[in-house]
């Protein structure tokens, strides 16, 4: 459940769904356990058939939310499904559950979204001067309205004029009694991807690992700026929108998506890894052994190993029961609740100089916690190394992230960070670093949470004010 206390990045969402397949529903159930890392506050489904939607949504993990009896009442050969992790609204109440299902003049539509959109808040505020009665607290309830309002003809026209009024992030699956549209913002932001299922069925997701989970065969990357129209007519592509430089986020690879997903053909464990091969050779460190903070800073730890020829061990063992939340336990026994998470195994510290692999320091807290609990177990020395470079910006399209003032990064440097973690020595790895371990060109991507130039301006922006703007306005 989400905890207001929880203090890292969080994943985002994970959108899936498929046309033509007698198991929809039961596909879409599965393909929303693999992307359950990229949200884990709600999830939902919905089908249809014979023009009647069926819908199960929920709070919760997706083992939580669906049981038998759900499943079987979500009839039809398409459904389309959402796990959540919320941006703008607020978190998993009642009324803030995806995939997003209304009727209107035209018919029912039911829309899931990956992404947050910049200007989502200006956006509500005029259709509600124009009556629009919103459900929910989503930006993504924006996108529905407008689409309800549109005069056009078809529903990817409706569709189409109302993505036109929006700006941010969004890859979107969208369905109404006949057919699913996928859609991905002009910047490619999140990932999407197509696959082949069954006989003759299509699938969309996030990210590919839902896709071998349910053995469809993946087909492509759905293009930024592109939307696909997977109707009884077949399936067409569209690039309605004016086009705009790629921006695809480079945070997936680091941390967000999962190491046995492919994203725009390049496989995330092996980027992963050649991150952490490249980290060793720019900040090289003499010591006995690398140890990775799990479960995220496995694979460029391993790299790290590799490149550097210091061995590997698995020396720190997380609890994988634990959940998002536990209750801290009060004063004295309160820095037990640390090890209920992670805990370093003695046995492979004693009088060692040790190597630390992250893949990120948000607020520090976790970094802070490990180097003392390395020490506790008899490390001799302490260096950490980071597979990102300093995290010193939120993210605006659709990452749930501290404010700019809670990012250790925004406000110290290096070697204070080095202090605070009470480390030996701190690293990161350098921007052109990074790019030249994915083999890719820094111009098609977003970075914007190192480097702060983010790819798309912010309407009315004022630095944090917009974070502000977009968490706490729809609170009334
Ligand atoms: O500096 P902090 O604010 O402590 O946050 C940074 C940590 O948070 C994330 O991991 P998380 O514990 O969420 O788990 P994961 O690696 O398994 O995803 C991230 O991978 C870092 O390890
Ligand atoms: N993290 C996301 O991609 C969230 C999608 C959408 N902005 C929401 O708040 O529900
Ligand atoms: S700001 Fe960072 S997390 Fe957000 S889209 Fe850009 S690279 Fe990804
Ligand atoms: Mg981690």
Redesign the pocket.
């Known amino acids: 459940m989400f905890d207001p206390t929880d203090e890292h990045f ?4 994970g959108v899936f769904g498929v046309y033509n397949h007698a198991e929809a529903a039961n596909l879409t159930y599965l393909g929303l356990y693999a992307l359950q890392h ?2 884990q506050e709600s999830g939902g489904i919905v089908s249809v058939q014979d023009r009647i939607f069926h819908t199960t949504r929920g709070q919760g993990l997706v083992a939580d939310v669906f049981k038998q009896r759900e499943l079987d009442a979500l009839e039809g050969d398409k459904a389309i499904g959402h796990v ?6 607020g978190s998993a109440n009642s009324r ?1 559950l ?1 995939p997003l299902v209304v009727d209107t003049a035209d018919g029912g539509l039911a829309i899931a ?5 910049v200007n ?1 808040t200006e956006m509500r505020r005029m259709l509600e001067r124009r009556g629009s009665i919103f459900q929910s607290t ?3 309830e924006v996108i529905v309205h407008l689409t309800a309002l549109s005069r056009e003809n078809t529903f990817s026209d409706r569709l189409v004029e109302a993505l036109k009024q929006v700006q941010g ?1 969004y890859a979107l699956v969208a369905m109404d009694e006949n057919q699913i549209i996928v859609v991905r913002d002009p910047h490619g932001l ?1 990932p999407l991807v197509l696959g082949k299922v069954g006989e003759k069925g299509i699938v969309v997701s996030s990210e590919t690992c839902a896709l071998n989970l349910i053995e469809a065969q993946f087909w492509r990357d759905v293009e930024p700026g592109e939307m696909v129209v997977i109707s009884p007519d077949g399936i067409r592509s569209y690039f309605p929108f004016q086009k705009q430089k790629r921006s695809f986020c480079v945070f997936e690879y680091i941390y967000f998506a999962r190491p046995d997903s492919n994203l725009d053909g390049i496989n995330v464990y092996n980027a992963r890894k050649a991150i952490g091969a490249k980290l060793a050779e720019e900040s090289p460190v003499e010591a006995d052994v690398i140890i990775p903070v799990p479960d995220s800073g496995v694979p460029s730890a391993l790299g790290f190993s590799q490149a550097s020829g210091i061995p590997f061990e698995l020396g720190i063992i997380r609890n994988h029961y634990v959940g998002r939340t536990f209750i801290e336990p009060q004063q004295q026994i309160r820095h037990f609740g640390v090890k209920i998470k992670l805990n370093a195994n003695p046995h492979i510290f004693k009088g060692k100089r040790v190597v630390l692999v992250d893949d990120s320091v948000v607020r520090g807290t976790t970094s802070r916690k490990i180097v003392k609990m390395v020490r506790a177990a008899g490390a001799r020395e302490v260096h950490v190394r980071i597979s990102s470079p300093p995290t010193t910006n939120p993210c605006f399209y ?3 992230t501290p404010t700019r003032q809670e990012l250790l990064a925004s406000s110290h440097t290096v070697s204070e960070m080095c202090s605070y973690i009470t480390a030996d020595s701190l690293c990161y790895i350098s921007l052109e670093g990074l790019y030249s371990a994915l083999n890719a060109k820094r111009v098609d991507y977003c970075d914007a949470c190192f480097s702060g130039e983010y790819p798309i301006p912010f309407p009315n922006q004022v630095g944090d004010q917009q974070l502000t703007l977009l968490k706490e306005s729809f609170y009334k």
Not at 84 to 89: I, L, P, V
Not at 113 to 117: E, I, Y
């Open positions: 969080h994943d985002e969402c990229r949200g959540r992790y919320s941006t703008t609204g803030n995806q979204h990956n992404g947050n959109l989502g989503m930006d993504t992030a999140r659709g990452i749930d």
